[in-house]
């Protein structure tokens, strides 16, 4: 049985969702093949980085764009649209035919199965994250052989909203949380001492707080130093000059940063780094100020404060898509954040039970690793080898 792992973005962010599994595949043992693919030399770099120290060495295949069209659209329309992304499919069918499995963190991949007619494919489909946007559970979710959610809020609202039968449903956790944590991040600040906000838009236009009042952020924060302000949003909000979007066509420059907001001593700007996906941001932060990342669940592993932004003027009471905006205070004009930022300190101890609550729906973990537990649901769907009992049980 040969199984892949596919690593197919323009950036590394998802690539923590899935690779532990791959290792935790290796390290059941059962002689199956496990490789992991990538789409670009950033990607296997990632791969490797994460890899270290996790015992037998993971095979990578970094597949390029072959055909000489593919390229060339690649050449000219890649700062706009994800060419290289979707060409890799196309471009590598014979190496996708070699496998009888391939584990995937999103849907693009369902091109295969979809356009390219690859049906003997098993394709499973792992998620990156655990948030709420709608997006995350529409129809294209029914389309794969089997999907391991983090908690029982993804797993039920696949069933309601995607069609997804519960039999090709595994609830497995969080594999991410089993690579080592990062340390919190130590930042230049000139006061380190006060309390620190991470500010974490998503990139998604109807979504985000960024495009409407990302900047009066940012100058409320260069204004008012009684807190410092890790700027962290979602890695591919200043990827491309433009973002655009497909569950709900939009088109929007993210823009530039103002030089005073780059060198203000309490503001940390990441626009790119690696540090954007790993917890680093999360970890560090005394107060979660966002919108509609699925970052939230990772930073509420501890709770802590937060202060949600609607930008948008969303109905979100009752709406599961904003389900996370239960663990603050919801304010709708960066105008409010002075006294909101100091209530959430305040208040919290209001929102610690529910703050709780939304985690273990969101993240169900136990004592056995999310990556054994996502491992065993791999193979339990491939019905190959000798199951793999749950980790401290014996065969």
């Known amino acids: 049985m040969r199984i892949g792992f596919l690593f197919n973005h323009d950036h590394v962010h998802q ?5 532990p599994i791959a290792h935790a595949l290796l390290a059941c043992g059962g002689g199956h093949e496990i490789v992991a693919a990538t789409g670009s030399a950033r990607l296997s770099g990632e791969v490797r980085r994460l890899s270290e120290g996790a015992g037998a060495a993971l ?37 996708f035919r070699t496998l009888d499995a391939l584990v995937v963190s999103e849907k693009t991949s369902l091109l295969l199965r979809t356009r390219y007619g690859l049906k003997g494919l098993t394709l499973i489909h792992t998620r990156h994250g655990a948030g709420d946007r709608a997006i995350g559970f529409d129809a294209r979710s029914a389309g794969f052989d089997h999907v391991l959610v983090s908690g029982p809020k993804i797993r039920d609202r696949l069933v309601r909203e995607s069609g997804v039968p519960a039999d090709r449903l595994s609830v497995v956790g969080y594999p991410k949380f089993d690579l080592h944590p990062p340390t919190a991040a130590r930042l230049p600040f000139a006061n380190p001492g006060r309390p620190t906000v991470l500010y974490n838009p998503h990139v998604s236009p109807h979504l985000s707080s960024w495009y409407r009042h990302g900047r009066a952020v940012l100058e409320h924060f260069l204004a008012d130093d009684r807190y410092n302000l890790i700027f962290a949003p979602h890695c591919m909000l200043f990827h491309r000059r433009f973002v655009l979007t497909i569950d709900r066509l939009r088109l929007e420059r993210p823009g530039s940063i103002a030089r005073r907001i780059l060198s203000a001593p309490n503001i940390h700007v990441d626009p790119g780094s690696r540090a954007l996906t790993d917890m680093r941001y999360t970890n560090a932060a005394d107060i979660y100020l966002g919108d509609a990342s699925s970052q939230v669940y990772e930073y509420l592993a501890r709770p802590r404060p937060c202060l949600f932004l609607n930008s948008h003027g969303a109905e979100w009471r009752g709406d599961p898509s904003y389900a996370h905006w239960r663990a603050g205070e919801v304010i709708g004009h960066p105008s409010q954040l002075g006294p909101a930022l100091d209530r959430a300190i305040e208040r919290h101890g209001r929102y610690c039970d529910e703050q709780r609550a939304l985690f273990r729906e969101s993240i169900a973990l136990t004592a056995e690793p999310s990556s054994r537990r996502a491992a065993r649901a791999v193979l339990a769907t491939l019905g190959v080898g000798r199951a793999v009992p749950p980790l401290g049980l014996a065969a």
């Not at 690539?15 to 690779?19: E, F």
């Not at 764009?65 to 649209?81: D, G």
Request: hydrophobic share 45%; proline share 7%.
């Open 15 to 19: 690539v923590a969702h899935s690779l």
């Open 59 to 95: 095979p990578i295949v970094q597949l390029d764009l072959r055909r000489r069209f593919t390229r060339a659209c690649a050449r000219r329309l890649e700062p706009v649209l994800p060419v290289t992304k979707l060409g890799i499919y196309r471009d590598n069918l014979d190496f």
